[in-house]
Every structure is written in structure tokens, then in C-alpha cells.
């Protein structure tokens, strides 16, 4: 089993940052890739980005440009920066992780991200 918790959520005006976190913990070693998704109200869930064990990053329309994903396997912790944030960011941001022999899909929580004035 893999546990994911997000973190770094919260309320942000546009044009702003923020920095979301994922902190995994469990059977990690079989992981060999993490994303970021999202999903706002009444929306499905989107790709925001991914990256491999390798280190290879993919970002989804939304992100590309202004959010960077990247991970410090000392802390088994995955970050998202977010910068120039607009209204139409807001969402509740998901960690996923992938299994490399199962294809299984783990999931965390969530956090809520508000870009609003």
C-alpha cells in the first residue's frame, strides 16, 4: 500500500504562487511515476503533470509554462509550483502515484486551491 497526503492548498490572489506538496509514505519502490491532477466543480478530473522515476516531466494545457513539477526522493516528497495563478485554477489538486508491475493507481486526498481577489 501507498499513502499519499497533499498539502499546500489554499486561498491565493491571481497572478500569485503557491507551492503544493505530496508526501509519500509506504510500499514507495514500486512507483515509477507521480502526477498532479485536478478537478473543479461540476468539471472532471484533468491532467495537471506527471514525472517519471526517471525524471522525465509532461504537463497538461493548463500548466504548461507556469507550473513545475518536481520531486526530492530523500523526503519521498513530490511538489508542484504554481505561478501566475488564475481564477480558473481553482480546484481541488490530487497526488497520484502509479504502480510500475500492477498499473495500480493511488491517490491522495486532496487540497483545495482558491484563486480568487
Known amino acids: 500500500q501507498v499513502q499519499l497526503v497533499e498539502s499546500g492548498g489554499g486561498l491565493v490572489q491571481p497572478g500569485g504562487s503557491l507551492r503544493l506538496s505530496c508526501a509519500a509514505s509506504g510500499n514507495i519502490f514500486s512507483i515509477n511515476a507521480w502526477g498532479w491532477y485536478r478537478q473543479a466543480p461540476g468539471k472532471e478530473r484533468e491532467l495537471v503533470a506527471t514525472i517519471t522515476s526517471g525524471g522525465s516531466r509532461n504537463y497538461g494545457d493548463p500548466a504548461r509554462g507556469r507550473f513545475t513539477i518536481s520531486r526530492d526522493n530523500a523526503k519521498n516528497t513530490v511538489y508542484l509550483q504554481m505561478n501566475s495563478l488564475k481564477p480558473e485554477d481553482t480546484a481541488v489538486y490530487y497526488c497520484?502515484?502509479?504502480?510500475?508491475?500492477?498499473?495500480?493507481?493511488?491517490w491522495g486526498q486532496g487540497t483545495q486551491v482558491t484563486v480568487s481577489s
Open positions: 497520484n502515484g502509479r504502480d510500475l508491475w500492477t498499473t495500480r493507481l493511488y
